[in-house]
């Protein structure tokens, strides 16, 4: 599968999307399958490596996870722990190795941390140009994930106290 045809899927899954800030119906609610879908969690990746705090490799599949539960309404609130979901971290390890394989990630081998390169950064900025559901949803993923970040931050502050 080539990006152009992840990306592709991803628009079209974007439809399905819902975001903390739409309203929420059953007809229109996002299923489980759909947030297990590569090129959904692969733009994630790309997304979470694109901040200033990226990602460890070996937490990446959590961070996905709870960046899902806050940026989509369907999840708000839930009692499923995404972040621990043994089935979206097989598929994390699957997108991240694709990802890496076509050089859009690297990981880095001395912090172990999640980076997006260059070429991955055009695709992400051409998306978040678009007016679409998919630049909604990677918007929202981002500042969910910034303040996830934030949140980390200061609790380490609080425990060494």
């Known amino acids: 599968m080539s ?9 079209e899954e ?4 819902i975001t903390h800030s739409a309203p929420r119906s059953r007809k229109d609610a996002l299923q489980n399958e759909s947030l297990f879908h590569m090129p ?3 733009l994630t990746i790309m997304l979470l490596g694109k901040g200033s705090s990226k990602p460890r490799a070996d937490e990446i599949g959590m961070f996905v996870g709870m960046c899902f539960e806050q940026s989509l309404s369907t999840f708000k609130g839930s009692s499923q722990e995404l972040g621990w979901s043994a089935n979206l971290r097989i598929r994390t390890v699957r997108a991240l190795t694709f990802l890496e394989t ?4 690297k990981v880095n081998k001395n912090t172990y941390r ?3 390169t260059t070429s991955g950064r055009k695709i992400l900025d051409k998306l978040t140009e678009e007016n ?8 929202t993923a981002q500042r969910a994930y910034r ?3 934030k949140e980390n931050a ?8």
């Open 3 to 11: 990006i152009l045809e992840a990306i592709n899927i991803a628009s």
């Open 14 to 17: 974007a439809d399905g999307f």
């Open 40 to 42: 959904l969690i692969a």
């Open 102 to 105: 076509a050089e859009f990630v």
């Open 114 to 116: 999640v980076e997006t």
């Open 132 to 139: 679409t559901k998919l630049c909604l949803f990677l918007l």
């Open 147 to 149: 303040n996830i970040c």
């Open 154 to 161: 200061e609790e380490a502050k609080l425990h060494e106290i």
